[in-house]
């Protein structure tokens, strides 16, 4: 017997911005109509495409670039102020 279950959202649960690779992780599971969670994954976000991406591989919005690397500047800051200085 066939079951067809129809995915209707999906829910965040973690962001993880990986600057030395270039990269945001993002870990997400799935919801069908009922309200049941299903096993997700991690969707990769990438600056620069790798050269044979996968399904699980999506291009960074370039206007996101500039405010991924103002919050690195601003937490080096913050770290730096409380524990450096």
Do not use: C
């Not at 959202?9 to 600057?19: E, Q």
């Not at 030395?20 to 993002?26: F, P, S």
Request: no cysteine.
């Amino acid at each position: 017997m066939t079951k067809t279950i129809i995915l209707t959202d999906v829910i965040v649960d973690y962001i993880h911005v990986d600057y030395e690779n270039q990269r945001v992780l993002v870990g997400y599971r799935l919801i069908d109509d009922y309200g049941t969670k299903w096993e997700g994954g991690e969707a990769i976000f990438w600056v620069t495409m790798p050269s044979e991406p996968n399904e699980k591989d999506f291009q960074l919005p370039t206007s996101y670039i500039p405010n991924l690397l103002n919050l690195q500047t601003d937490a080096d800051a913050a770290i730096t102020g409380r524990f450096l200085i």
